[in-house]
């Protein structure tokens, strides 16, 4: 994964949809935030058109199950339970939001991890308390940040659990009207997580739930991204907002060059080579760049090892790979692709002690666009 696209709170609103769609064909994965019902009074939106956009969301996730996750917020957790009751709701549509909802229980979370980068981040609707775990110690005490988020997922998933879970939630804060010191994952206030001023559980948290009326709040220990827009998190632990066109192949093209530029000028090489490996993996990205995908999967490294020492661009999986190697005394390069079944169905090898590599380097990517499966990169 090169970059998680994250849609905060949704409303009923439209605004994910673009750069959704541009971020799966991209191979990039996609974090819905939750709260995908009950629209604002003034913007337009009915209560049908969410609806609509919530059962549009679902299919989504079911046709690309693997590339998408869907948290749930307080404004989807109340058509499940009593105890979560509160504000705005679709009476009118209330019982088929909720059959909707049991029926694709196994495809919600309530919080996720991922690492990015050199990074680790938690994801939940509204942010989660240091002090609302330890409120809860038979749950989660002496967790990190994954196990929270695990067994937080495991109650949601476990039917028979499922009233435990709720009642865990229903912790609604001071600073949202309720009863409760600190509030739950669904219902904290930012005001409430920027109070508790650590870096909760060793994560950097991201979440929506409190609406911003313009910027987003980004600080060191959390990113409050709730402003009607889509947002990318780069591997260089950058939160943006997403721009359809901007955030796809150029922002990634741009940032492969960096990755590699940075690389080559940490190298004692004569200027002339460096000049040539920029050139030749220029070439390299230019033979891709109809394949956004197989593009997004580059991996790029310094490999020092048995007396080699080059610049590492390649692209692989358990059955595939496919590599160039960019060093001091020229290029050079090798592939072998398998089918699913393990059967070797193309290899290569090849280079030059110059970077005289165009012919190398078109051949190359024509076997890689032929061969390698997306589906396998993982």
Request: proline share 3%; glycine share 10%.
């Amino acid at each position: 994964m090169k970059e998680l696209v994250i849609i905060p709170d949704v409303h009923g609103r439209p605004f994910w949809k673009e750069p959704v769609q541009e971020a799966l064909s991209r191979g990039n994965h996609v974090i819905f935030l939750g709260d995908y019902l009950d629209p604002y009074g003034g913007e337009g939106i009915s209560q049908a058109d969410a609806f609509e956009r919530f059962e549009e969301i679902l299919e989504l996730k079911k046709e690309h199950t693997e590339f998408i996750t869907l948290l749930l917020g307080n404004h989807d957790l109340h058509y499940l339970s009593p105890d979560l009751a509160g504000g705005r709701k679709d009476y009118l549509r209330a019982g088929r939001i909720k059959a909707l909802l049991q029926e694709n229980a196994g495809n919600f979370r309530i919080a996720e991890t991922f690492h990015l980068g050199d990074k680790d981040y938690l994801c939940s609707h509204a942010g989660i308390l240091g002090g609302w775990l330890a409120s809860h110690p038979a749950h989660f005490e002496g967790l990190d940040g994954r196990a929270v988020a695990a067994t937080l997922n495991e109650l949601g998933l476990t039917e028979s659990r499922r009233p435990e879970l709720y009642r865990l939630l229903a912790d609604i804060p001071y600073s949202r009207l309720g009863r409760a010191r600190f509030g739950s994952p669904v219902w904290s206030d930012v005001d409430d997580v920027r109070r508790d001023t650590e870096e909760i559980l060793g994560y950097y948290q991201i979440f929506g739930h409190s609406q911003q009326e313009n910027a987003p709040v980004i600080t060191e220990f959390f990113a409050c991204l709730d402003c009607r827009r889509a947002f990318a998190l780069t591997e260089e632990g950058v939160i943006e907002e997403y721009v359809v066109g901007k955030n796809g192949e150029t922002a990634l093209h741009d940032r492969l060059t960096a990755a590699f530029l940075r690389l080559l000028h940490e190298r004692d090489w004569p200027a002339e080579t460096k000049d040539e490996a920029a050139e030749a993996f220029g070439a390299v990205l230019a033979s891709l760049e109809a394949a956004p995908k197989i593009l997004a999967r580059t991996e790029i490294f310094w490999r020092s090892e048995d007396g080699e020492e080059d610049i590492v661009v390649c692209w692989k999986n358990k059955r595939q790979h496919c590599a160039f190697f960019f060093g001091a005394e020229g290029f050079f390069g090798s592939y072998e692709f398998c089918n699913a079944r393990g059967k070797l169905v193309a290899s290569g090898a090849g280079g030059d002690d110059s970077y005289d590599c165009g012919l190398l380097i078109h051949d190359f990517t024509i076997a890689l666009l032929k061969h390698f499966d997306v589906r396998l990169a993982k």
